[in-house]
Nanobody, 116 residues
Framework: QVQLVESGGGLVQAGGSLRLSCAAS????????MAWYRQAPGKQRELVAD???????NYADSVKGRFTISRDGAKNTVSLQMNSLQPEDTAVYYC??????????WGQGTQVTVSS
C-alpha cells in the first residue's frame, strides 16, 4: 500500500506561480506512475500531468508550457511547478500513484485558488 501526502497549495494572483509537492510512503518500490489530477467545483476530476518511473511525461493541453512535473525517485516525491497561473486553474489538486500491479492511491488533495 502507498500513502500520499500533498503540500504547497494556496492562494495566488493570476500570473503567479506555485509549487505542489507530494510525498509517498509505504510500498514505494512498487510505484510505476505518479500524477497530478485536479477537480474544480462542479467539474469532473481531470489529469493535469503524469510521469512514469522511466521519466516520461504527459500533460493536459491546458497546462502545456506552463506546468512542469518532476519526480525524485530517491526521495519518493513528485512535484508540480505551476507558472502563469490563471483563474481557471483554481481547483483541488490531487496526487496519484499507480503501481506496477495497477493498484492505485490518492492523496487527500490540496486547494489551489487563483484570483483575477
Amino acid at each position: 500500500q502507498v500513502q500520499l501526502v500533498e503540500s504547497g497549495g494556496g492562494l495566488v494572483q493570476a500570473g503567479g506561480s506555485l509549487r505542489l509537492s507530494c510525498a509517498a510512503s509505504g510500498s514505494t518500490f512498487s510505484i510505476h506512475l505518479m500524477a497530478w489530477y485536479r477537480q474544480a467545483p462542479g467539474k469532473q476530476r481531470e489529469l493535469v500531468a503524469d510521469i512514469s518511473s522511466g521519466g516520461s511525461t504527459n500533460y493536459a493541453d491546458s497546462v502545456k508550457g506552463r506546468f512542469t512535473i518532476s519526480r525524485d525517485g530517491a526521495k519518493n516525491t513528485v512535484s508540480l511547478q505551476m507558472n502563469s497561473l490563471q483563474p481557471e486553474d483554481t481547483a483541488v489538486y490531487y496526487c496519484y500513484a499507480r503501481s506496477f500491479t495497477s493498484s492505485t492511491s490518492w492523496g487527500q488533495g490540496t486547494q489551489v485558488t487563483v484570483s483575477s
